[in-house]
T-cell receptor, first 111, second 116 residues
Framework: TQLLEQSPQFLSIQEGENLTVYCNSS?????LQWYRQEPGEGPVLLVT?????EVKKLKRLTFQFGDARKDSSLHITAAQPGDTGLYLC???????????FGDGTTLTVKP | KAGVTQTPRYLIKTRGQQVTLSCSPI?????VSWYQQTPGQGLQFLFE???????NKGNFPGRFSGRQFSNSRSEMNVSTLELGDSALYLC???????????????FGSGTRLTVV
């Protein structure tokens, strides 16, 4: 069974601070995705990383895929209250036709 | 373009009853997956359908079943409901899941099922 561990589980910061969320596994994934979920809604895809060592930037968000394709990180620069939400990483196993989700990091950005 | 539509949004059922949830994927998306989300277990994979065939199944009891129609719309059914089935049920559509790559899910807003 492939497992993904996210840390920290909860994060509460002030507007303008930087933060990093981690997603770790002992398994290798075909690719890895990050999603953000707001209360009462489904997760929304932020990014897909495919190549080991890949770095993708989405405005103030920077995503990195580990060289061995077992781990990933999400870094947010100058966090804003609108960044508040549940951040989920998901490892893709195309052979099994499914994604394995981490338990998520609940981020609260206070104005 | 229209997103993934799940109906109903909220549902309250009694133990022992059965329930059917519906999902209409994004036009052109032929793969539909279902996930159960609970505070304690996170998102757990239920099953995935493609071209009306269940291709993959998670570790859920046989009370959980689903199907997909020729227009890619999907339904999931839970029979003999238990209190522990209370959860947010999410439907996700995607382009073909293949060894060539996976483009990520587009999730619906979910159906919040409460079993009393």
């Amino acid at each position: 069974t492939q497992l993904l561990e996210q840390s920290p589980q909860f994060l509460s910061i002030q507007e303008g601070e930087n933060l990093t969320v981690y997603c770790n596994s002992s398994s290798v994934f075909s690719s890895l995705q990050w999603y953000r979920q707001e209360p009462g809604e489904g997760p929304v895809l932020l990014v897909t990383v495919v190549t080991g060592g890949e770095v993708k930037k989405l405005k103030r968000l920077t995503f990195q895929f580990g060289d061995a394709r077992k781990d990933s990180s999400l870094h947010i620069t100058a966090a804003q209250p609108g960044d508040t939400g549940l951040y989920l990483c998901a490892g893709v196993d195309t052979n099994a036709g499914k994604s394995t989700f981490g338990d998520g990091t609940t981020l609260t950005v206070k104005p | 373009k229209a997103g993934v539509t799940q109906t109903p949004r909220y549902l309250i059922k009694t133990r022992g009853q059965q329930v059917t949830l519906s999902c209409s994927p994004i036009s052109g998306h032929r793969s539909v997956s279902w996930y159960q989300q609970t505070p304690g277990q996170g998102l757990q994979f239920l099953f995935e359908y493609f071209s009306e065939t269940q291709r993959n199944k998670g570790n859920f009891p046989g009370r959980f079943s689903g199907r997909q129609f020729s227009n890619s719309r999907s339904e999931m059914n839970v029979s003999t409901l238990e209190l522990g089935d209370s959860a947010l049920y999410l439907c996700a559509s995607s382009l073909v899941v293949s060894v060539a790559g996976f483009f990520g899910y587009t999730f619906g807003s979910g159906t919040r099922l409460t079993v009393v």
